[in-house]
């Protein structure tokens, strides 16, 4: 009844602050999805702003930004990284590195796969002796 009269009363939009239109079109992106109903709508966009208020608070809590009275880009990859309820974000919000550090990374990830490949021949190898 309550989201009936916020429909009604035009309140709906007050409830939230993210853009109902803009949410629709996100929803929308999706194959499964053929209509959305108004309800279903808002409860996504209520959702998205409780989940972002949480992610955000618990990253100021927790990060260093509190220090400086502001929240930082490090400590929402901190806590995505660090907080089990938040890891679904790591790809999303991962920690700065400078380029050069990842192409160090990169040369290293390449550099270790050719050393398994070369251990996985030499095992190949043993089983034939034996």
Do not use: W
Request: hydrophobic share 35%; aromatic share 6%; net charge negative.
């Amino acid at each position: 009844a309550e989201m009936a009269a916020a429909r009604l009363s035009g309140t709906e939009n007050r409830l939230v602050s993210l853009p109902l239109s803009r949410i629709r079109v996100i929803m929308k992106s999706s194959p499964e999805v053929s209509s959305i109903n108004q309800d279903a709508l808002f409860l996504t966009a209520k959702a998205t702003e409780l989940f972002v208020q949480y992610l955000a608070t618990y990253s100021y809590k927790h990060g260093r930004g509190k220090e400086k009275n502001a929240l930082t880009y490090t400590d929402l990859s901190h806590t995505a990284e660090e907080c089990e309820t938040f890891q679904f974000l790591a790809d999303i919000l991962p920690k700065k590195i400078l380029a050069s550090k990842y192409l160090k990374m990169l040369e290293k990830e390449k550099r270790d796969g050719e050393m398994r490949e070369d251990n996985d021949e030499a095992e190949e190898e043993e089983d034939e002796d034996e």
